[in-house]
């Protein structure tokens, strides 16, 4: 059982703390999801060797529990949005850390337009400006299922919920701006293309001149 008050460690660090590739791909996952350190990818992939561990033992079963396991498998990862609601076991084993580290909380804050970046969702998050329902959220960590995407929001006593505060992520000027850049790009290659045209005439003239 071991001693009560000694917490365990809840993930796996990797079997070889030097390799180039693999610091690399974390050093990208940490700044592109906003994590804080590396301790967090490790815990997703451990959450994700679980998954698939889980996932090589079932394949191997025929048993009337081994079909029952399979099931409750199954409907955890489609209630996380990891699976399909009719897919089989085997496709588990494709998943990769990005699908797992998609659902994090901190991921859905900014993929709802609830922060101008990760960094500011994890933020929103940690300081308890973010709700699911009626729970506040402070674990960015937190996998958020597919139920709960439709209640994720800020909290009815934060100060961000006032659509006027100056942090808050407004969709419609983000849209502005979109749409803004579009309009300088099709202008620039209209500008191009008139150019080149030009060119192209006065080419054609200095050869009717000679």
């Known amino acids: 059982m071991g001693d009560p008050k000694k917490t365990r460690k809840k993930y796996e660090t990797p079997p070889h703390p030097w390799k180039k590739d693999r610091i690399e791909e974390e050093r990208v996952l940490v700044r592109e999801y906003g994590m804080s350190n590396k301790k967090e990818v490790y815990k997703m992939r451990s959450m994700l060797k679980n998954f698939k561990d889980q996932a090589k033992n079932l394949i191997a079963l025929k048993t009337a529990q081994g079909e029952k396991e399979k099931k ?15 897919s089989t076991v085997d496709p588990i084993l494709d998943l990769t850390l990005r699908d797992v580290l998609e659902r994090r909380l901190q991921t859905q804050v900014y993929k709802k337009n609830l922060a101008k970046t990760m960094k500011q969702a994890r933020q929103f998050i940690v300081h308890g400006h973010i709700t699911i329902g009626p729970k506040r959220m402070t674990s960015p960590s937190y996998l958020v299922s597919t139920e709960e995407e439709t209640q994720l929001n800020f909290a009815q006593s934060s100060k961000i919920n006032n ?26 290659a209209r500008k191009g293309k008139d150019f080149n045209k030009r ?12």
């Open 72 to 86: 409750q498998i199954l409907i955890k990862l489609n209630k996380l949005g990891l699976m399909a609601e009719s």
């Open 163 to 188: 659509i006027d505060h100056p942090e808050r992520f407004v969709k419609e000027d983000a849209e502005k701006k979109a749409a803004k850049e579009k309009k300088k790009e099709a202008n620039r």
């Open 199 to 210: 060119r192209q005439q006065n080419t054609r003239g200095k050869k009717n001149v000679r």
